[in-house]
Every structure is written in structure tokens, then in C-alpha cells.
């Protein structure tokens, strides 16, 4: 893409319809962006002359017209490599962004469930299945009497199992997880 402005310059124009004087004809519609009737006045000597003299006026507009073009072009190139810019811009805010949630929720602390039986039954899970009533107290930070409905309903519901420990013989609840 040039970021220079390509201006068409009318005495240029002028110079290369002169050209016809010497047999070239329609090499001025080249150089203003109209390739296809310079093709036509080139093989038709200029639409037999007419065509030649009628352009001696319309040169200024012919030209005129194409520095318009070249204009919006300019213009819509720079914009589009702004608007890459931005994407890009975006696109790396983005990531950073997504990075940083994710770091977030890494970091974040779990939410503890609301249900005091699933807490009692992760706590089983950390501690090898078995607990005491000791142990589910610590791990459920609920009262005594909480949690000894807790443990008799993991009993009436089949998830756990009572069981006196062999060496203490303390009593001792095995999860069935």
C-alpha cells in the first residue's frame, strides 16, 4: 500500500494526448484509469479523430475523476490497515483478558457446598472413607448434634456403614463412595 498521495497531473494528460499527432492515439485515457476505450482509440486512431478532439475538453474532468479515485483508495487503504491494527489491538487484549480470568479462577477459592451431607461425604472422601465423629465434626464445622443426624441419615440412606476401629475400638463410619 502507498501512504503518498498519486495525483493524475492534467499537463501530463495534455502531453500524452498530443501523442495523437504522431499516429498514438488514446495513450491520455491510459494514464487516466480508462484502459479499455484507450484500447478503442488506440486501434481506431482515436474513434477516427472525433473521439481525439472531443477529449481535448473532457480531459479536465477525466482527470479530475480519477484523482477522486485515487483519493477514496488512499483513504480506504489507510483505514483498512487502521482497522488491522485494531483487530490486532483486540485481538491481543483478548487473550490478556483470558489469561487473566483464568489465572483468577485457578486462583480462586472453591465455593464449599451448601449441603451439609456433601460436605460430610467429601470429607469421607479425603480421609480414606472413614470418619469419626471427631473428624466430621472438623471437616462439616457443624455442631455435634448436626452432624450425628447427619451420619444417621448416611446410614439409614445405605452411603455409610457403622463400624467399631479394631485397635481403639472407637466407633468409626465407612463410606461407601
Not at 121 to 141: C, D, R
Request: net charge neutral; charged share 20%; glycine share 8%.
Amino acid at each position: 500500500m502507498n501512504d503518498q498521495k498519486q495525483d493524475v497531473n492534467l499537463g501530463v494528460a495534455y502531453l500524452l494526448w498530443g501523442l495523437c499527432v504522431f499516429g498514438v492515439c488514446g495513450i491520455h485515457r491510459f494514464y487516466l484509469g480508462r484502459i479499455g476505450t484507450g484500447l478503442l482509440y488506440l486501434f481506431t486512431f482515436g474513434l477516427f479523430g472525433f473521439g481525439q478532439v472531443i477529449d481535448l475538453f473532457l480531459i479536465p474532468d477525466m482527470a479530475q475523476e480519477r484523482n477522486r479515485f485515487l483519493l477514496e483508495k488512499l483513504r480506504t487503504e489507510r483505514l483498512l490497515k487502521f482497522a488491522d491494527r485494531g483487530e490486532e489491538i483486540i485481538r491481543r487484549k483478548t487473550a490478556q483478558l483470558l489469561n487473566q480470568v483464568q489465572k483468577n479462577l485457578e486462583t480462586a477459592p472453591k465455593p464449599q457446598p451448601s449441603d451439609p451431607m456433601l460436605i460430610l461425604l467429601k470429607a469421607a472422601a479425603a480421609h480414606n472413607n472413614v470418619l469419626s465423629m471427631g473428624q466430621a465434626m472438623i471437616a462439616t464445622e457443624l455442631s455435634a448434634d448436626t452432624v450425628e443426624r447427619l451420619l444417621k441419615q448416611a446410614l439409614k440412606q445405605g452411603i455409610a456403614h457403622i463400624d467399631n476401629d479394631p485397635e481403639t475400638g472407637a466407633v468409626r463410619y465407612h463410606f461407601d463412595l
